[in-house]
């Protein structure tokens, strides 16, 4: 099992470029989320899906967009990059939400210049 | 939103020492979980822990849910708990499905 995998590992984009980043969890989990961590404020929800074709908001959702065609994976977009978008971004699954436990993959560290 | 605070922010300790972590959450929780961090910012659950106690080898934890904290105990403390620690709580105000997570404890042990 290769568990929650993320690419790509680490970008720099310059302001108002356009990706996407890639999680993919082997683990059959129902739930998928991402998270931001900036220095200092610990992790912070950008948005979450409890199923293939679901997606919700989290808590600091504006300037992303996601998408869950697929139960194995979950994309996140920035559609046009900006320096408060610097950060490391992580995504996690869970096969039963806030009940069961979160596993996290490696994150990618996006610079946006 | 719940407000989750953890201390202490920074703990310098000799390896072989003992440590306690400390969580407090402003409001009521139904889970609560504690997270390792190792230096190369992989993020590793420990614990899903609402209430009660559990112990895993020198790590255990402890959640007093009705007084609204949470502690982390790791005992003959080794470089590889080096790190930080997070404890995360579902936010009965967001649907339980969002984790509010602290801002963490960085742990240093020296050898």
């Known amino acids: 099992n290769a568990g929650v995998t993320q690419t790509p590992k680490f970008r720099v984009l310059k302001t108002g470029q356009s990706m996407t980043l890639l999680c993919a969890q082997d683990m059959n989990h129902e739930y998928m989320y991402w998270y931001r961590q900036d220095p200092g404020m610990g992790l912070r929800l950008i948005h979450y899906s409890v199923g293939e074709g679901t997606t919700a908001k989290g808590e600091v959702p504006d300037g992303y967009n996601v998408s869950r065609l697929k139960k194995q994976n979950f994309l996140l977009g920035l559609e046009s990059a900006a320096p408060s978008q610097t950060s490391v971004y992580f995504c996690a699954s869970s096969s039963g939400g806030h009940r069961e436990t979160q596993y996290f993959g490696p994150g990618t560290r996006l610079l946006v210049l | 939103g719940i407000q989750v605070e953890q201390s202490p922010p920074d703990l310098i300790l000799q390896e072989g020492a003992n440590s306690t972590l400390r969580c407090n959450f402003s409001?009521?929780?139904?889970?609560l979980q504690w997270f390792h961090q190792n230096p190369w910012g992989q993020l590793i659950n420990l614990f899903y822990?609402?209430?009660g106690t559990k112990q895993n080898g020198r790590l255990s934890a402890t959640t007093v849910a009705t007084e609204r904290y949470s502690l982390l105990y790791i005992s003959s403390s080794q470089t590889t708990d080096s790190g930080v620690y997070f404890c995360?709580?579902?936010?009965?105000?967001?649907?339980?499905?969002?984790?509010?997570f602290g801002t963490g404890t960085r742990l240093t042990i020296i050898p």
């Open positions: 995360a709580v579902a936010d009965p105000n967001f649907g339980n499905e969002k984790l509010t």
């Open positions: 822990i609402p209430s």
């Open positions: 409001d009521s929780v139904n889970n």
